[in-house]
């Protein structure tokens, strides 16, 4: 019989051995590889190596999601289940799924990829175009299209909670398109969301589609293109949730989250809320607290960061 520690083991001679935690990393910016060696080991080329107790590897996570950018990045470690183990993924195309205490990966079906082989040209081909028409037109750049996002939940805990509306804006070259649904809600709206948002039950029990239908309806919105949210691993952790809770395949779509830009460019700042940060950027509105307002506003504030412009090129 195994004996375990919640943080680390005691060796016969009495000394703590904390357990084994393995990082990989994949086109993310230096700076969090930086960040990585002052407590891992680099032992191949993004793979990182470390051993310290729980704490510190939730701070190292949580480092990592809000700096990979539009990369990819995996987390292993050892955990008290039947396998001895636990991984995490973050915008990768696999998944992480509990299956009665067992971590499995869900690995998307090639039926599942085969609709994104039928939409065109391949992303080589449509780079040769792109680069094609920059040197015979002009020397602009061509932004990428990215899918601003926000929602509104009934809580904080995406295990326990649900999303109660969608917000979102697409922005492309030929201008902007929106998203928008309340979800039906089961059981009693907390007094206190309704207070901040506005969303009352008898508002979901009148206008609230089916979780399932309103996720579908968004998947197709936001395609493949780049997600981009104030605090977006908040928004991204319900979202895979209730993917997962409807037996739909997660989006793995990449991502930027403007509230880690924010930090980077504006460090004095009092406070990182959303109101906060449109004030340090001169947008004058007042936070909704509505999935698509909210999306609106922080599409107007992405517009105003540098360092999200340095992201997209």
Known sequence: MKAWLNTASITAKGVVDLPLTVITL????????????????????????????????????????????????????????????????????????DYEGIPLVL??????????????????????QAKKHQTSRSNAPIEPTYVVIDLETDGLDAAQNAIIEIGAVKVGPEGTQTFSALLAHDGQLPKQIEQLTGIDQTLLDTQGQPLGQVLAAFKAFIGEH????????????????????????????????????????????????????????????????????DAQQTHQLASKVNKFRDQLK
Request: glycine residues 6%.
């Open 107 to 128: 690995i998307p079906s090639a039926e599942d990829e085969r609709p994104a082989l039928k939409k065109g040209f391949s992303r080589a081909a449509h780079h040769h």
């Open 226 to 293: 780049l997600l981009v949210g104030y605090n977006i691993n908040f928004d991204l952790r319900f979202l895979q949730q209730a993917f997962i809770k409807c037996q739909l395949t997660p989006i793995a779509n990449k991502s930027i989250d403007l509230k880690a830009l924010v930090k980077k460019e504006k460090p004095l700042l009092e406070n990182y809320q959303l109101q906060t940060a449109l004030q340090a950027y001169g947008v004058s509105e007042q936070v909704q607290h509505r999935a698509l307002s």
């Open 26 to 97: 994949k086109k993310t910016p230096a700076s969090l590889r930086g960040d990585l060696t002052k407590w891992m080991q680099e032992i191949a080329t993004g793979v990182y190596v470390g051993n310290f107790n729980t704490r510190v590897r939730a701070h190292l996570w949580q480092r990592v999601t809000e700096n990979v950018g539009v990369g990819e990045a995996t987390m292993s470690y050892s955990y008290r289940n039947e396998i001895g183990y636990r991984f995490e993924t973050w915008q990768t195309d696999r998944h992480v799924i």
